[in-house]
Each structure stands twice: as C-alpha cells, then as structure tokens.
C-alpha cells in the first residue's frame, strides 16, 4: 500500500531550527508537496519538490531525495506565528495525493 | 471575496437531519475537491469535480451527497450521517484537475466543522 510518514508532533524554541522530515512509499512519484495549517484554518501551500535537491524559500526550505524516499521542511529563524501543522503529500503516477497525517509544530518562546 | 469560502464554519446536526454544506471558489479554477479531515490521520479525498463533472467518488457512503452546479460552487448534501462522521470537511480548489498537471497546487478553504450527535 502506499503510505506517507511524518512526526506527530515536534516542539522547538523561537528563533532556533527544525527539520520536519516526510518519508513515503508510493506507485510512481510525480512531485512532493509541504502545506501548513495553522489551528482552525485553510491549509495553504508552502512548496513542491519534483527534482532531488534543496529549495529555499524565504526563512522555509525543502529538500527531496527521491532514491531515499524522503523529503524535509526546514524553518529557521523560527517564530511564534510558525505554530502550525504541516503536511505532506506526494503525487503518486496516477496523479493521485496520497497525504500525511501532518506534524504539529509547537514553538516556545 | 477571494480565494476559496466555505459555509457554515461550524454545523451541528443530528443523525436524522438533513444539512448541505457550501463551497464558493472566485479564482477561476476549474476543479474543486472534497475532502474529510479526522484528527491525527490523513486527508481524506471525498469527491473530486473537473469542469462541472464529477471525476472521482472515493467509495464515499451514500449518505454524502455532492452537487456541482457550476465551476465557481460546490455543495455536500449531507443525510442520516453517523456520529463517526463527525470531522472537519475542507473544500479546495485547483487550476486543473490533478491528472493535468504534477505541479497542481491546491487552494483550500478554512473548513466547515462538522459534529454528529
């Protein structure tokens, strides 16, 4: 079957780093994708990986490594407002998104 | 309005009501998606319509009834519902439906709460 894996739940002090990691197993891999959801809202997106690598946006990154079949989201300069779930999801060769069960980030002053 | 609007926020109901749930994109996407939302498990795809079709039914019980009237709304009838159905509903959105594109982001909305009793 195919699966996605991430933490349940990470704690991290404001102003530090974190890496949340996402593992999967799919049919196929056409793109991997990071959302955030703060408590009460919209999902929205933060990026997509096709291509192994690293892919910096702003204070946000995420990295593919699609031999390993796994993938990170790495904030820096945390803040509060970074107090959120994160989910992962990867398009499988049907085009299908098979998601994570999300990794709520709680950040500490 | 912008973006993907979904009401009401919060909806109790009882198992015998009957309820719908609304969705309202003004982005000008051309697919909208259903989806359920349990805590700690994954996105649950519900329904998925591309141009007014639907195009996907993912073995949702029959007491989940979804309506497209046009590219811009989207409805979820909802009938005899069960108390495991109580979840958090998202509606989303996207430029095309995902077989177009790899790269087919998805706006969502905030969600309605849905609490069976």
């Known amino acids: 079957g195919q699966n996605i894996d991430q933490p349940t739940e990470m704690t991290a002090t404001e102003g530090a780093i974190v890496q949340i990691n996402c593992t999967y197993q799919?049919?196929?891999?056409?793109?991997l994708f990071w959302y955030q959801q703060h408590a009460g809202e919209a999902p929205t997106f933060l990026s997509y990986?096709?291509l192994d690598g690293l892919e910096e946006k702003g204070r946000f990154s995420s990295f593919l490594s699609r031999s390993k079949g796994y993938s990170y989201l790495l904030l820096k300069e945390l803040q509060m407002k970074d107090s959120a779930s994160y989910l992962c999801?990867?398009?499988?060769?049907?085009?299908?998104?098979?998601w994570g069960a999300g990794t709520k980030l709680i950040i500490k002053p | 309005e912008t973006g993907v609007t979904q009401t009401p926020r919060h909806l109790v109901m009882g198992m015998t009501n009957k309820k719908s749930l609304k969705c309202e994109q003004h982005?000008?996407?051309?697919?909208m998606y259903w989806y359920k939302q349990s805590a700690k498990k994954p996105l649950e795809l519900m329904f998925v319509?591309?141009?007014?079709?639907?195009?996907e039914n993912n073995s949702v019980p029959s007491r989940f009834s979804p309506e497209c009237p046009n590219s811009s709304h989207l409805f979820l009838h909802l009938h005899t519902l069960q108390p495991e159905d109580s979840a958090l509903y998202l509606c989303?959105?996207?430029?095309?439906?995902?077989?177009?594109?790899?790269?087919?982001?998805?706006?969502f909305g905030a969600g309605s709460r849905l609490t069976v009793l």
């Open positions: 989303a959105s996207s430029p095309g439906e995902s077989s177009s594109s790899g790269a087919n982001v998805l706006t």
């Open positions: 982005l000008g996407h051309n697919a």
């Open positions: 319509y591309s141009l007014e079709e639907r195009v």
């Open positions: 799919t049919s196929g891999f056409n793109g």
């Open positions: 990986n096709v």
């Open positions: 999801a990867v398009m499988d060769s049907n085009y299908q998104l098979i």
